[in-house]
């Protein structure tokens, strides 16, 4: 009778515990949340500080990272308000490099952190880290590179000197005021006409007004890019605030891409304009754009193919890029004549050691000459072609434009690190989860290869072979 009373009772001791403990668990889940939910916000929180910590060093030394601000005294309007907010602290040259690519690793840490928990961002979080990485970019000299006055220059050739810069170099003007910080002294604009026409539009703010005026709209276009990736995210119906921190808070397109005020932005821009036209069934403005794009920056053209085959109405869209193309090709035609470099001198001027291609080259005996080249071409044209058919028999136009930007990008012969947009924001919007882990590991290779600092600490410290001088000018010869 003892025995039965204890094991009727039994039950009734230990279900509420049993009840304790399910109480308990979603109190325990929502701990971890919250955890992860700082966890998450602090790395962005930490990636804004060292972009801005990163932009203030740039700013306050006399570097080869800032090459503005290494050649001697320059104007007060050329350095920026950030100059000397930052302590000038003595550091020999390579321990600044290593110091650059610390905060940069530290920066790519902290993206992926908030891309693997982007769930526990709010789009106002991401949004306002974006806009302040921008704003401290935009107050900083330019990064590694001055093409802002090659643009400058080039601008300054056709509406000041009245020459066709496709037919005349920066070394033609030598009593130019900008001339002293120009790099591109004997080569032609390999950029496209509207391009060109929009920089002439900046020459009457004079010398400090372009310079500022073609920062200004350079970070613009990159917001904007942000902007039209929200809008194609949400037509597209997928989460857009995964995307927007995937090109957003892009550490390589944030320093050396807006940080460096390079001109893809605006071909990236025009792109994902006729993404969204496309996607929301405006075919044949979506394909006047897709035309529109190529004549901003060559390289867009690689994505034309696929904006016309994802159109709803291919007719419509085909109809709006012959009619825009024509105009836009008599327009060119009529101010610049009929001379364009277009992919040749975007691609084949200048080659680099530590490319894709170039390192296959070497492993397979061929180095880096015209027989890597040719490979390289004929490999490029392949991919693109099979991706194409691919679409046509309904394969995700999206995500298929992804690859071909990334097998566009990985087939540089020289790959500068903010060729990561061209692949990026259709790895954004695609679904494709191999697409995305593609793109990532390429800039992991762009991080490693194509930085100056890792390439000076690859040549110097390891020992690796690269190309000499002589080398490189015969390469430059034989491919030209």
């Known amino acids: 009778m003892r025995e039965g009373s204890i094991t009727a009772r039994a039950p009734l001791v230990t279900r509420p515990r049993l009840a304790l403990r399910r109480l308990r668990l979603p109190g325990a889940w929502a701990d971890r949340a919250a955890a992860a939910r700082g966890f998450v916000l602090f790395a962005v929180c930490v990636q804004v500080g060292l972009t801005v910590g990163l932009e203030l060093m740039l700013a306050s030394r006399r570097t080869g990272l800032a090459p503005l601000l290494a050649r001697g005294p320059v ?79 080039t601008a300054r050739l056709g509406a ?39 920089s002439y539009l900046l020459v009457p703010l004079g010398i400090a007004g372009s310079y500022w005026g073609l920062k200004t709209v350079v970070v613009l276009a990159s917001l904007g890019c942000v902007w039209l990736l929200w809008r194609c995210a949400q037509a597209l119906g997928r989460p857009a605030v995964p995307a927007i921190i995937l090109v957003g808070l892009n550490p390589l397109l944030l320093v050396y891409g807006v940080g460096g005020f390079h001109n893809d932005f605006f071909m990236v821009l025009a792109v994902l304009a006729a993404t969204l036209l496309v996607v929301r069934g405006r075919s044949g403005l979506g394909g006047a754009m897709a035309v529109a794009a190529p004549l ?9 193919p696929f904006l016309l085959l994802g159109a709803r109405r291919r007719g419509a869209a085909l109809a709006g890029a012959a009619l825009c193309g024509a105009i836009l090709v008599a327009t060119t035609i009529a101010v610049f004549g009929t001379r364009y470099p277009g992919v040749k001198a975007q691609v084949s001027v200048i080659v680099g050691p530590y490319s894709i291609p170039s390192e296959l080259g070497l492993i397979f005996g061929y180095g880096i000459n015209a027989t890597t080249r040719h490979v390289v071409a004929a490999l490029l044209i392949v991919t693109v072609v099979a991706l194409l058919v691919r679409t046509w028999r309904g394969a ?71 190309i000499g001088p002589d080398a490189g000018r015969a390469t430059r010869a034989l491919l030209w």
Not at 163 to 189: E, G, I, S
Not at 296 to 304: E, I, M, Q, R
């Open 75 to 153: 104007p007060s309007w050329l350095i920026g308000p950030l100059h000397g907010i930052a302590p000038p602290v003595p550091l020999h040259r390579w321990a600044l490099d290593g110091l650059f690519a610390a905060l940069l690793v530290g920066m790519i840490v902290c993206y992926l952190i908030a891309l693997a928990g982007a769930r526990h961002l709010s789009a106002r979080t991401v949004v306002g880290a974006i806009l302040i990485m921008h704003a401290a970019i935009l107050l900083a000299p330019p990064v590694i590179l001055t093409d802002v006055f090659n643009y400058i220059d």
């Open 160 to 198: 000041v000197h009245g020459l066709n810069p496709y037919t005349h170099v920066a070394a033609d003007v030598p009593n130019d005021p900008v001339y002293q910080w120009v790099t591109w002294h004997h080569m032609h604009t390999p950029y496209g006409p509207l391009w060109t026409l929009g």
């Open 296 to 304: 901003v920056k060559l390289s867009a053209g690689v994505f034309t």
């Open 396 to 466: 995700d136009w999206i995500t298929t434009a992804g690859w071909a930007g990334l097998a566009f990008a990985v087939a540089q012969l020289q790959p500068m690190p903010w060729y990561l947009a061209w692949p990026l924001p259709f790895a954004a919007l695609s679904r494709s989860r191999p697409l995305r882990v593609a793109t990532l590991l390429f800039g992991l290779t762009l991080l490693i290869n194509c930085s100056p600092q890792q390439n000076l600490f690859l040549t110097r410290d390891l020992g690796l072979p690269g």
